[in-house]
Nanobody, 119 residues
Framework: QVQLVESGGGLVQLGGSLRLSCAASGPIFSLYTMDWYRQAPGKQRELVAGISSGGSTTYADSVKGRFTISRDNAKNTVYLQMNNLKPEDTAVYYC?????????????WGQGTQVTVSS
């Protein structure tokens, strides 16, 4: 079974920075897109940023210019560097990946990491 383990969340002040990490492990043949989502209380889960296996990236308009997604394919790890954080960035952040294993292609989710930005 593929497992995704996120780390790096925490409490930060307005304008601060955090770096999230998500490491995938298990019987993985290949990892394709790796994404970060977030869900704030009372709101739907939304895509924050995504990166393809080739390195192409996409961002939500609300984080463009402040967040940077990257990946280390050798470590099966995706990162999210978050700068100039705002209170509206407060949410649980989840990573998701599309992975090929012996049972085929599936999407896998991490357990989430809390990010809280205080004003």
């Amino acid at each position: 079974q593929v497992q995704l383990v996120e780390s790096g969340g925490g409490l930060v002040q307005l304008g601060g920075s955090l770096r999230l990490s998500c490491a995938a492990s298990g019987p993985i043949f290949s990892l394709y897109t790796m994404d970060w989502y977030r869900q704030a209380p009372g709101k739907q889960r939304e895509l924050v940023a995504g990166i393809s296996s080739g390195g192409s990236t996409t961002y939500a308009d609300s984080v463009k210019g402040r967040f940077t997604i990257s990946r280390d394919n050798a470590k099966n790890t995706v990162y999210l560097q978050m700068n100039n954080l705002k209170p509206e960035d407060t949410a649980v952040y989840y990573c998701k990946t599309e992975a090929a294993t012996s049972i085929g292609m599936n999407n896998y989710w991490g357990q989430g990491t809390q990010v809280t930005v205080s004003s």
